[in-house]
């Protein structure tokens, strides 16, 4: 099995910053991309920022150019630096990694943290 823990979260005042980090941990062979998403009361689950295991990365209109996501594929651990916060980046944010393969197993799955909460006042 897969564990995912994440940190980094808290209370900041807008045009603030933080950092999550996101470490899988267990018998893992490789995980294709690693992403964050967000979840604010009343709303659905968003993907905030994806990153594959080659570097390459996405993000949400809404966050293109304050946030920036990185990986260190040797920890199983991502990041997210979160620049000039604003108070709707207030979320839980929950770490994903996607097609995690074991090692000396067969097929893969995907895995999620439980969760950091984020919250950003004016």
């Known amino acids: 099995q897969v564990r995912l823990v994440e940190s980094g979260g808290g209370l900041v005042q807008a045009g603030g910053s933080l950092r999550l980090s996101c470490a899988a941990s267990?018998?893992?062979?490789?995980?294709?991309?690693m992403a964050w998403y967000r979840q604010a009361p009343g709303k659905q689950r968003e993907l905030v920022a994806a990153?594959?295991?080659?570097?390459?990365?996405n993000y949400a209109d809404s966050v293109k150019g304050r946030f920036t996501i990185s990986r260190d594929n040797a920890k199983n651990t991502v990041y997210l630096q979160m620049n000039s916060l604003k108070p709707e980046d207030t979320a839980v944010y929950y770490c994903n990694a996607n097609k995690v393969v074991l090692k000396s197993t067969i097929g893969y799955f995907d895995a999620w943290g439980q969760g950091t909460q984020v919250t950003v006042s004016a």
């Open positions: 990153i594959t295991s080659g570097g390459s990365a």
């Open positions: 267990g018998s893992i062979f490789s995980i294709n991309a």
